[in-house]
């Protein structure tokens, strides 16, 4: 199994902390970057900013991505990500409150490819990341991030 590390863009301290205490209990091993914003989401996949130098080679296994973010917003995160071959097919599964039809909707446009509703209450919330580590990480296949 490849280990590359989880890039999580989660502004909300709780909602962070609640995430990574999931992915602890699960046993999920990968490696955890944790971006506050959609900017810093953006330096880390290019190496700017604070991230300039980075091996970005090196791209996260998958992206768990909030919405409603400061400075750029998850949309616009995903929108220039499509938009770069070298982050184009990297997994993005948006991590929500929003139940938003119109925001399920904008983000599989921009090329998402899972939409997840925050569950409220933290079992529930466990189990949702045990089955999205247990798809994204272990069955899932990314695309090669060297083309032939």
Do not use: C
Not at 48 to 53: E, H, V
Not at 122 to 129: G, L, P, T
Request: no cysteine.
């Amino acid at each position: 199994m490849d280990n590359e590390p989880i890039l999580l863009v989660e502004d909300n301290p709780d909602d962070e902390a609640l995430t990574l205490r999931a992915l602890k209990k699960n046993n999920i091993k990968n490696e955890v970057i944790v971006a506050h914003d959609g900017a810093e989401a953006l330096g880390y996949l290019f190496g700017t900013g604070m991230y300039a130098g980075r091996d970005t080679q090196v791209m996260p296994q998958v992206i768990l991505l909030d919405l409603k973010l400061p400075k750029v917003d998850g949309f616009e995160v995903l929108r220039q990500m499509r938009s770069d071959p070298r982050t184009k097919l990297v997994p993005v599964v948006i991590l929500s409150s929003s139940n938003e039809e119109l925001d399920r909707t904008a983000g599989y446009d921009l090329g998402a490819n899972s939409y997840i509703r925050k569950p409220v209450e933290f079992n529930d919330f466990i189990e949702a990341v045990r089955q999205l580590g247990l798809y994204w990480l272990i069955l899932n296949r990314t695309a090669p991030t060297k083309r032939p």
